[in-house]
């Protein structure tokens, strides 16, 4: 069956950088954009950043556009996301995503699979 497993999430001081992964098995990684999401307590899930399926194009949310960095290994079934200069407000438990969809979403609707999620703590 189809697994996203998301890794690297931890507790870090405002202005510290953390990177994720999200490792994938049980689909065609490449036919799949891949994206990272995240929820907040007491907030809705929120799209943080997406890439195509060649790795070639990265879409962002404002609030972290030039502090995140998305991408992805085809050969290694994997989708990273690379956080700077990191902000209390990014404390939410973040969230891996794949879809068919023929391109990066920031709707959470068009996202078939998701991971568990691993926890970013930043602390001021």
């Known amino acids: 069956q189809v697994q996203l497993v998301e890794s690297g999430g931890g507790s870090v001081q405002a202005g510290g950088s953390l990177r994720l992964s999200c490792a994938a098995s049980?689909?065609?990684?490449?036919?799949?954009?891949m994206a990272w999401f995240r929820q907040a307590p007491g907030k809705e899930r929120e799209f943080v950043a997406g890439?195509?399926?060649?790795?070639?194009?990265?879409y962002y949310a404002d609030s972290v556009k030039g502090r995140f960095t998305i991408s992805r290994d085809n050969a290694k079934n994997a989708v990273y996301l690379q956080m700077i200069s990191l902000k209390p407000e990014d404390t939410a438990v973040y969230y891996c995503?794949?879809?068919?969809?023929?391109?990066?979403?920031?709707?959470?609707?068009?996202?078939?699979?998701w991971g568990q999620g691993t926890l970013v703590t930043v602390s001021s």
């Open positions: 995503a794949a879809t068919t969809y023929y391109s990066v979403s920031y709707d959470s609707r068009e996202y078939g699979y």
């Open positions: 049980g689909l065609p990684f490449s036919s799949h954009v």
């Open positions: 890439v195509d399926r060649s790795g070639g194009r990265a």
